[in-house]
């Protein structure tokens, strides 16, 4: 790996060489939808406005070897091959002493190949599959350029001069079936992360001093490992980013990084922008390799101290959780002289998400804090102000975590993220009643284990017998009768339910019913499966998954314990007082992280 090159090659670069297509690789089979997109992207890029002269449309890497004064094609040939045929559309226009000499292609267990690309035909476009998709191609390209004649000159010199590859020259040593395999077969093509390491690994890098280049490659490459190790580390991960789509976790890093380029703004490709980005920067800016290593390193560094640091974890978790940039959280980290200061600034940053239109500053005291947020919180209603409720919740979780520093407990937002937790009511209301027949009778499944104390069908008619409550005794019966009828007897569940809400006093409609007051965080499968539970079920759930050990946000937890309540009539109902309760709790817990002096706080 250590000797591996790379670099940005225009196809313009590419007309000298010589190139071999090993046995192991199969025949040509690009078809036409690909090649007219790759056209349509190259005039896309001509035809974009305000180009950069260093701006260039960027095709996927060539990986190659060099064996004999050739180079073999590990991994491209279907691209290069669509390259050659373009090529050889705009030299068939010309008369035969105004044509470019063009790159060669041979082909290792098909010789005939060589001589149709040279002089593709309709005559013998039959003879084999290879002549069949090549000749496929080139009559996609003579068609697709029959209404772009006025832009063919322009198109040719955009596509020999701004269209580059990815260069990818691996050592003579490396078995390049291996590499073709894990390329193709296992369909994992090279990521950024990939490719910005060869970046710091080229031996040109490090001068002359050969016992000093395999040391700085061997340290460079360690600590490489080393930062993908903690990014590995879902507890770091799930802080810092929302979603997990990197093959590679340090390549997140690098993107981050490639924000701060000021020249990455006009790179077109999508997919290659972080190795174009960093290898521009190598280029023009000509860094130190130790400097230029450091750089990465230190991003990396402040990203782990913030982790580690238990109190802007939360914060920083939190606004990262909102969507806020990495960036932004990063210029206001350098603009601030103290840590003190910093964290201020991210309650206040905070406080502007979750009570938008109002800005902390202009709230110096306590008792004007207290005000906005009991009016915010009162006014707000699930549905229209989920979203706001949802990031009330969560901060009220992590305000809690961050006000007992003896604990040293931490919010887990890789549980939250990958759980999909999110808002439900913990008192059912009477008009989310299950609609469809499975959720019906999933309803009445959980309602039966719950009053019998057994999910088995062949249970429920013994432990019917044994319940000494009438009331209680006809709900089960009906709902094992509506679990048995064939059709299903959504009116017999109908009553079942109403009877159910009446007996767990949950029947009653109040304007609370969508407030703050009665929502909590739940899990998605929680949610799937006992969203219109009534609350002493949904409160058993809860226990099962904190006996598990399973994540459950703290202050979920609290509710269904009931743990706000100053007075508990009844376990099982979530009565008015105790939405009462609980709102006092995230009131005085919101207002003491706004208001109160956190300088003492780890």
Known sequence: ??????????????????????AYQRGYRWTSRQVEDLLNDVLEFSEKEMKSAKEFYCLQPIVVRQVDGKWELIDGQQRLTT??????????????????????????????????LDDINEAQKDRNIDFYHIYESYQTIETWFQDKTNLINDIESVFLNKVKVIWYDVKEDIDPVEVFTRL????????????????????????????????????????????????????????????????????????????????????SSD?????????????????????AWMEVK???????????????????????????????????????????????????????????????????????????????????????QSGLIRSALLLFNIASLIRN??????????????????????????????????????????????????????????????????RVRVICENAVSALDSTPFDWQLFERVYRATLRYFKEAAESETDDSIANLALLDAHTNRSYQNAVFPIKRNRIIGLDKEGAFVPLCTKNAFLKYYSNRVENMMFWAEQDREFYLEAIVEMLVWFFAEDHEVLQ
């Open 405 to 470: 520093s003896f604990a040293n407990q931490r919010f887990q937002f890789d549980k939250y993220k990958n759980d999909h937790w999110d808002l439900e009511h913990i008192k059912s209301v009477r008009s989310n009643m299950p609609e469809r027949t499975d959720e019906q009778k999933l309803w009445l499944a959980n309602i039966l284990e719950y009053l019998l104390g057994s999910r088995s069908e062949a249970d429920y008619r013994q432990n019917i017998a044994n319940i000494q409550s009438k």
């Open 184 to 267: 193709n077969i296992g369909k994992i093509p090279l990521t950024n992360a990939e490719l910005v390491k060869a970046l710091f690994l080229r031996s040109r890098n490090f001068g002359d001093n050969v016992e000093r280049t395999r040391l700085m490659q061997l340290k460079i490459s360690q600590e490489w490992d080393e930062i993908e190790r903690a990014l590995q580390n879902d507890s770091l991960w799930y802080f810092l980013t929302n979603e997990d789509t990197y093959d590679t976790r340090i390549e997140f890093i690098l993107d981050l990084m490639v924000s701060n380029f000021g020249t990455a703004h006009d790179i």
């Open 83 to 116: 390259v050659y045929i373009i090529l050889s559309y705009f030299n068939r226009r010309l008369a035969e002493g105004y044509r470019k000499d063009l790159f060669s292609i041979e082909y290792a267990t098909r010789p005939d190949s060589k001589a149709y």
């Open 271 to 291: 997919h290659y922008r972080t190795f174009i980005a960093f290898n521009r920067w190598f280029q023009e800016e000509n860094p130190v390799l130790e400097k």
């Open 1 to 22: 790996m250590s000797d591996n090159e790379l670099s940005l090659r225009a196809i313009n670069d590419l007309l000298e060489e010589r190139f071999c297509i090993p």
């Open 298 to 384: 230190y991003y990396f560094m402040q990203l782990e101290e913030w982790h580690r640091d238990r109190y802007l974890f939360h914060l920083l978790g939190f606004l990262i959780n909102q969507g806020v940039d990495i960036e932004e959280l990063k210029t206001k980290s350098q603009a601030e002289e103290t840590k003190e200061a910093f964290r201020a600034s991210l309650r206040s940053r905070i406080f502007g998400m979750v009570f938008r239109r109002h800005e902390l500053e202009d709230y110096p005291n306590r008792e004007d804090i207290e005000a906005v947020i009991k009016e915010q919180l009162g006014e707000w209603n699930y549905g229209s």
